[in-house]
């Protein structure tokens, strides 16, 4: 079992930045691809980006070259800094972790709020 810890949401100004985290824990073993999905109200849940274990990134089109993932696997921990955020990445913000054997797992959640 994988445990998430997810950190570093919260309510930011249009154009300001965040820095989420999320540290797995216990059998991390074998951990492949993360990445960090979103879900707003009303919405399915989407990917927002990914990374795999030799670094290779995916993005979601509306924020690339705004939002950037990176993982430090000696932490277990993957990164997504979002610069010039919009409103509309108000969202909750799911971490989730995949190893072998189609095997997930998802963090709790950290709301991340665009306003003014």
């Known amino acids: 079992q994988v445990q998430l810890m997810e950190s570093g949401g919260g309510l930011v100004q249009p154009g300001g930045s965040l820095r989420l985290s999320c540290a797995a824990s216990?059998?991390?073993?074998?951990?492949?691809?993360m990445g960090w999905y979103r879900q707003a109200p009303g919405k399915q849940r989407e990917l927002v980006a990914g990374?795999?274990?030799?670094?290779?990134?995916h993005y979601e089109d509306s924020v690339k070259g705004r939002f950037t993932i990176a993982r430090d696997n000696a932490k277990n921990t993957v990164y997504l800094q979002m610069n010039r955020l919009k409103p509309e990445d108000t969202a909750v913000y799911y971490c989730?972790?995949?190893?072998?054997?189609?095997?997930?797992?998802w963090g709790q959640g950290t709301q991340v709020t665009v306003s003014s």
């Open positions: 990374i795999t274990i030799d670094g290779s990134t």
């Open positions: 216990g059998n991390t073993f074998g951990i492949n691809a």
């Open positions: 989730n972790v995949r190893r072998p054997g189609r095997v997930e797992y």
